[in-house]
C-alpha cells in the first residue's frame, strides 16, 4: 500500500459544476497538505497549502483536511474549462523543508 | 530570476549513454529538491539539498544517479548508463521559507 492513495480518474464534469476531489493517507507524521495543479507538459503548480486539520478557502477552492480520518478534499466550485488539468495531492511532515509524498494525480476535464 | 528553469526541457539518450540535468532555482532560495515523474504517475523524491550539502538522497534509485550542488545555487542531476526504465520526467523544485516548493517544468528523458 502506498502512503498516499488518489483515484487517478479520469473525471470529466459540464462547465459549473461542483468538483471534488480526495486522497487518503497512512502515515500519521504528515502536517502540511497540498494540492498542486499540473497542466500537460508543465511543471506543478501549487494552488492550495494547508497546515494541520481544517478548512481553507481561496476563491473557488476549498480544500479540508481530516487528520483523524487520514482524508484530504479538494473542492473547485463553479469549474471551468481552464481547470482542466491533473491535480495532484501532496503531503509532507515539515513543510517545505522536507520531500513532498505524492499522490498518483487525478486527471480532470471541465467541458464548456 | 522569476521561476525554476530547467534545462534540456527534452532530452533523448540512447541506453547506455550518461545525461546531464540542469537546474537553475529561484535566486536565494536554499532548498532544491529533485522528483522523478513517470507517465501517469505523481511526482517522487530524488534528492534534497540545503545550500550545498545534500541532506537526503535516500530516493535515488541507484548508484547510476548523482546529483551536486556545488555553489548552493544551480544543481545538476547526472545519470550513468541510462536505462530504458530511467525514462520519466525530472522535476526540479526549490524553497525558501520551509512553506512552498516552486516547481520548474520539468525535463522529459526518453530513453531508446
Known amino acids: 500500500q502506498k502512503e498516499v492513495e488518489q483515484d487517478p480518474g479520469p473525471l470529466s464534469v459540464p462547465e459549473g459544476a461542483i468538483v471534488s476531489l480526495n486522497c487518503t493517507y497512512s502515515n500519521s507524521a504528515f502536517q502540511y497538505f497540498m494540492w498542486y495543479r499540473q497542466y500537460s507538459r508543465k511543471g506543478p503548480e501549487l494552488l492550495m497549502y494547508?497546515?494541520?486539520?481544517g478548512n481553507k478557502e481561496d476563491g473557488r477552492f476549498t480544500a479540508q483536511v481530516d487528520k483523524s480520518s487520514k482524508y484530504i478534499s479538494l473542492f473547485i466550485r463553479d469549474s471551468q474549462p481552464s481547470d482542466s488539468a491533473t491535480y495532484l495531492c501532496a503531503m509532507s511532515g515539515q513543510g517545505g523543508s522536507e520531500k513532498l509524498v505524492f499522490g498518483k494525480g487525478t486527471k480532470l476535464t471541465v467541458n464548456p | 530570476g522569476a521561476g525554476v528553469s530547467q534545462s534540456p526541457r527534452y532530452k533523448v539518450a540512447k541506453r547506455g549513454q550518461d545525461v546531464a540535468l540542469r537546474c537553475d532555482p529561484i535566486s536565494g532560495h536554499v532548498s532544491l529538491f529533485w522528483y522523478q515523474q513517470a507517465l501517469g504517475q505523481g511526482p517522487e523524491f530524488l534528492t534534497y539539498?540545503?545550500?550545498?550539502?545534500?541532506?537526503?538522497k535516500s530516493g535515488l534509485p541507484s548508484d547510476r544517479f548523482f546529483a551536486e550542488r556545488p555553489e548552493g545555487s544551480v544543481s545538476t542531476l547526472k545519470i550513468q548508463r541510462t536505462q530504458q526504465e530511467d525514462s520519466a520526467v525530472y522535476l526540479c523544485?526549490?524553497?525558501?521559507?520551509?512553506?512552498?516548493?516552486?516547481f520548474g517544468p520539468g525535463t522529459r528523458l526518453t530513453v531508446l
Open positions: 523544485a526549490s524553497s525558501l521559507d520551509l512553506n512552498e516548493q516552486f
Open positions: 539539498f540545503q545550500n550545498e550539502a545534500q541532506l537526503d
Open positions: 494547508t497546515y494541520s486539520s
